[in-house]
């Protein structure tokens, strides 16, 4: 919303703007009796700083390789983190138990519906920017396994939501805004925003202000609702979900923008949903027969 309507394009001042408004959102828990944080030890505190190091690492993996493939290719790249998920779950020994082929199967139709949905331009990239977009989804992946361990228990840190979020926040904004500096963005974003102002308009910042604000404080109530997610849910469960939020947002950003789908980005927005619901389902089953099972045998 904020880069469309404004024409603001500076991604990592957004994400910035989002990491600030997790500070300032954690503090007035805080401060009103709501929430209080966790005692971390020194090895703790490295631990989440590696892994806010990896969150920042893949926002820029992810912004750089825009630069050199197209939006259609790179979403259909981007699809694949469920199968990742899968392959570094099984690998880390994070699902020991596997997943049935019922489970692999319902992903077909997950990958795929994403790539019709955003169908378009797949052919302008280059080898440089398509080995950046897949090294991007495989740290996606790894940033959604690692979310997940961590908040069960993993790496001796076992935090709550609120948290996590409490801790990552602080860690997140200092890296975002230097890596925005360093770049060359934020001198860009500060001549943007003053070239809003003129005599005849002194107020035209306010819009894009409360544009951000509202952004920020949005951004603070889906991380608490992703993190809640993750730690009830399993990493590959919360990939599935983010490959359905991008035909959501496809079915959302047309309505907005008045833009027609074609009916080959219908059917990929209704294959994606129908192998989102298989897969919820499928797991839900499985969880219920596992459960039956241990009832069973404590019997």
């Not at 469920?82 to 139709?109: H, K, M």
């Not at 991007?136 to 396994?145: M, N, P």
């Not at 200092?174 to 003129?198: D, N, P």
Request: hydrophobic share 50%.
């Amino acid at each position: 919303m904020v880069l469309q309507w404004h024409q603001f394009g500076f991604p990592w001042l957004v994400t910035a703007v989002h990491s600030l408004g997790g500070i300032i959102g954690m503090r007035l828990l805080v401060a009103t009796g709501h929430f209080k944080p966790k005692h971390l030890d020194r090895q703790q505190k490295r631990l989440l700083w590696i892994f806010s190091t990896l969150y920042t690492v893949n926002i820029a993996v992810s912004n750089v390789s825009l630069h050199y493939v197209s939006v259609p290719l790179h979403q259909v790249v981007r699809g694949t983190v469920p199968v990742f998920t899968v392959l570094i779950s099984l690998i880390w020994r994070t699902a020991p138990q596997g997943y049935s082929w019922r489970v692999y199967a319902s992903l077909v139709p997950v990958v795929v519906g994403v790539g019709l949905a955003t169908y378009g331009d797949y052919y302008s990239f280059t080898i440089v920017g398509f080995l950046l977009t897949l090294l991007g989804t495989v740290l996606a992946a790894t940033k959604t396994v690692v979310t997940n361990t961590i908040l069960v228990g993993g790496y001796r840190l076992k935090l709550p939501a609120l948290d996590l979020l409490y801790q990552l926040s602080p860690l997140a904004f200092v890296q975002t805004i230097t890596w925005a500096a360093v770049s060359g963005e934020l001198s860009a974003a500060w001549t943007f925003v003053r070239s809003l102002q003129s005599d005849s308009n002194p107020d035209g910042v306010y819009p894009l202000a409360m544009a951000l604000i509202g952004n920020g404080a949005i951004a603070f109530l889906l991380n608490i609702a992703s993190f809640t997610a993750s730690k009830n849910t399993s990493a590959l469960a919360m990939t599935v979900t983010g490959n359905v939020k991008v035909v959501l947002a496809v079915v959302l950003g047309c309505a907005m923008f008045n833009i027609t789908l074609s009916r080959l980005s219908t059917f990929g927005i209704g294959l994606t949903l129908v192998g989102g619901a298989a897969y919820s389902a499928l797991r839900l089953h499985e969880a219920q027969r596992i459960k039956d099972q241990a009832s069973k045998s404590i019997v």
